[in-house]
């Protein structure tokens, strides 16, 4: 199945999960938004909605409100939590914000709401479960490592399936980490202990 929903550019549009976190709002609430025209939408091909970022930008100058950390708040470390099982998206998205470590945790239900939203979002680290209904983890990487603007992305394919059974359904993109069920978190936690040091030792050497 051929996917088409990363845009062709970084244009600012994001989908209704990606603004209603921007808002601290409900999705409903951000639909009820764009059906009154308080927000600037328009509709892909498949019928997903990609609301402006301005006009998120307008509605927060109108109202008075505070510009997300999840924008203003660009030092932390960027990662997206991709998971069909609400338990296992929530432990995960506790227990990094538990760590007091600078990572900024966005949490999605589903691949398609990841593809919509990943030019805003553009996370420095992916984890996501590769058995998901509908658009899978699978189709997720392929889709994400045929566009060259997210090469940069460190990602973590999480799932049950053991390697045999991975490589039947056509193996992962290089450079992914395969990580088995259920996760451990102390090696997440080591992981991106490593990976923010690493990042330190970058910017205080250029």
Known sequence: MKIDILPKSAEE?????YAAMLLDLSVGTVQALVEKNELRAWKTGGGHRRISMQSILDYQKRH????????????ALKLLVVEDDALTRELIKSMVEQWNLPIDCTAMASAIDALIDMAS?????????????????????????????????????LTGLSETQVAERGGLPENTVLLGKPLDMSWLNGYFVALLGNRKRKLISS
């Open 64 to 75: 008075h409100l505070k510009v997300s950390s999840r924008r203003a708040n660009e030092a």
């Open 121 to 157: 979002l553009h996370p420095d680290v992916l984890i996501t479960d590769l058995n998901m209904p509908g658009v899978d983890g699978f189709e997720l990487l392929r889709t994400l490592r045929a566009n060259p603007s997210f090469a940069d992305i460190s990602v973590l394919a």
């Open 13 to 17: 549009f994001c989908g209704t999960s």
